[in-house]
C-alpha cells in the first residue's frame, strides 16, 4: 500500500522548545509576559492594526467580540451559516440571534448583495467569514455597515496573512479573530487573537480579557489597585503557548510561501479537468491576496464527493468535507425558532471536498493526488 497522506500534518519550524526554554527560564509563565508581548507587537506589525491582543483561541476572541459589540439578550447578528460553530455560539452566548445568509457560489464566502435584506431594526452586527483565508467583499459589507450604523466583526480564523485591496484580514473591519489552532497556518496547538482596530475598544477589550478587571491599567500604573469593573473571563494564553507561537510567527512568510507552491501545484493539475467539466476550482477574486490555508474542490454532487473520498481513501490518501451548516442544525432552529432555506449553501456544502494541504506535503504527494483524482473520472 502506498504512504498514508494525511488531511493535515502540524509544522514545527524549529525554534518553539528553544523558546519555550527562554519563557520557562524567564520565570514568567502566565499571560502577557514577553512572548506574548513579540506576538502582539507582530500581528499589530503585519496588519496595522492599533492593537492586537493574544488569546487562547478564536473562540475566545469572538467570544469577547460579542461582549465589546454589546449583545443584548434579542440584539441580531448577520452571519453566513457555512462557518465553524464558534462564529454563531459567541455571539449566542451573549443572548443574540442569528441571522443566517447565503454563499456566495464562487468563494464560499457570505453573499454581499444579501445582506441588506436581512438588517432589521434589532440587527447590531455584520460577522462575515473569510472561509479558506480567502476575504469577503468587504468594501460592500464596510459600506452597508456604515449605512446602517453597525458594528463588523471579520472572522479572520483562516486568513492570517491574507489580505483583501491590499488590507490584511482581521484589520479591514472593527474588529478581526484570528485562529492559530493546530489545523491553521501558523500554529501554537490552541491559540487566537484578537485584532481591535477601532480606538473605542482598546480598554474594554483589556478588561474583558483580564477577567472584567482593570489588571492592566494597574500594571502600567494608571491606577494605585485593581478591581472588578467590567464582565469578562480569563483569554489569556499561557507564556509557553505565546512562545510556541512566537517561533512559527518569525517564518510566516517562508511558511505562507511553501504553501502557495503547493496550492498552486494542485490548481495547474487540476485545471485540465475543470475545463472538461469533472470538478470547480477554488476562485481568488482579484481584490484578494490568499495565504493558501485550503484546497477545495467542488464536486457535482454529494454521491461523486462520497464516491471520490472512498477511492482516495482506499489509496490511502485522507480528504475531508468541511462545515455541516449551522442553519437546519438542531441548535440552529432553536435559536432562530425557524427552519430558512439557503439554497447555495445546502448545495456547496454537500459538494465541497478538502484535499490534504501542509507545509509539508510533498509535490510528488499533490501529483499522486491529482492522478487518484484523473483516474476516478478516468480523464
Ligand atoms: C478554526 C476556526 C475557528 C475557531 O478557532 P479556534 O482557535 O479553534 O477557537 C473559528 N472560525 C473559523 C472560520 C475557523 O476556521
Known amino acids: 500500500m502506498d504512504t498514508k497522506i494525511s488531511f493535515n500534518k502540524p509544522f514545527i519550524v524549529g525554534k518553539e522548545l528553544y523558546y519555550i526554554a527562554q519563557a520557562v527560564q524567564s520565570g514568567h509563565l502566565s499571560g502577557d509576559g ?7 507587537a507582530w500581528i499589530e506589525a503585519h496588519t496595522g492594526a492599533k492593537q492586537a491582543l493574544l488569546t487562547h483561541s478564536c473562540t475566545a476572541a469572538l467570544e469577547m467580540a460579542a461582549m465589546l459589540c454589546d449583545i443584548k439578550p434579542g440584539d441580531e447578528f448577520i452571519v453566513p451559516s457555512y462557518t465553524f460553530v464558534s462564529t454563531v455560539n459567541a455571539f449566542v452566548l451573549r443572548g443574540g440571534v442569528p441571522v443566517f445568509v447565503d454563499i456566495r457560489p464562487d468563494t464560499m464566502n457570505i453573499d454581499e448583495t444579501k445582506i441588506e435584506a436581512a438588517i432589521t431594526s434589532k440587527t447590531k ?15 460592500t459589507i464596510m459600506d452597508i455597515a456604515k449605512r446602517h450604523n453597525l458594528l463588523v466583526v471579520e472572522d ?12 490584511a484580514l482581521g484589520s479591514i473591519s472593527h474588529l478581526g479573530c484570528y485562529s492559530f489552532h493546530e489545523t491553521k497556518n501558523f500554529i501554537a496547538g490552541e491559540g487566537g487573537a484578537l485584532v ?6 482598546r480598554e474594554r477589550a483589556e478588561i474583558i480579557r483580564e477577567k472584567g478587571t482593570n489588571r492592566s491599567q494597574f500594571f502600567r500604573g494608571m491606577v494605585d489597585k485593581y478591581t472588578w469593573v467590567d464582565i469578562g473571563s480569563s483569554y489569556l494564553p499561557s507564556e509557553v503557548v505565546a512562545a ?4 512559527q510567527l518569525e517564518e ?9 507552491l503547493l496550492w498552486n501545484a494542485y490548481y495547474e493539475q487540476l485545471k485540465p479537468l475543470e475545463e472538461k ?10 481584490e484578494c491576496s490568499h495565504n493558501a490555508h485550503m484546497f ?3 464536486l457535482e454532487n454529494l454521491d461523486v464527493r462520497t464516491r471520490l473520498i472512498d477511492v482516495m481513501k482506499s489509496q490511502n490518501i485522507h480528504p475531508v468535507f468541511h462545515y455541516v451548516p449551522l442553519h437546519n442544525a438542531p441548535k440552529g432552529i432553536e435559536v432562530t425558532g425557524k427552519k430558512v432555506s439557503l439554497p447555495i449553501t445546502e448545495e456547496y456544502a454537500d459538494r465541497l471536498l478538502r484535499l490534504p494541504m501542509y507545509y509539508e506535503l510533498a509535490f510528488d504527494d499533490v501529483s499522486r493526488i491529482v492522478g487518484v483524482i484523473k483516474e476516478f473520472f478516468q480523464a
Open 296 to 298: 477545495y474542490i467542488l
Open 156 to 167: 479572520a480564523a483562516q486568513g492570517v496573512d491574507s489580505t483583501y485591496k491590499g488590507k
Open 34 to 40: 514577553t512572548f506574548t508581548k513579540k506576538c502582539n
Open 244 to 247: 510556541f507561537l512566537f517561533a
Open 125 to 139: 452586527v455584520i460577522v462575515p467569514v473569510h472561509y479558506a483565508g480567502v476575504g469577503c467583499e468587504m468594501d
Open 252 to 260: 510566516a512568510e517562508k511558511i505562507t510561501e511553501k504553501r502557495l
Open 196 to 201: 481591535i482596530n477601532d480606538e473605542r475598544f
Open 277 to 286: 467539466g469533472y470538478l470547480r476550482l477554488p476562485v481568488i477574486p482579484r
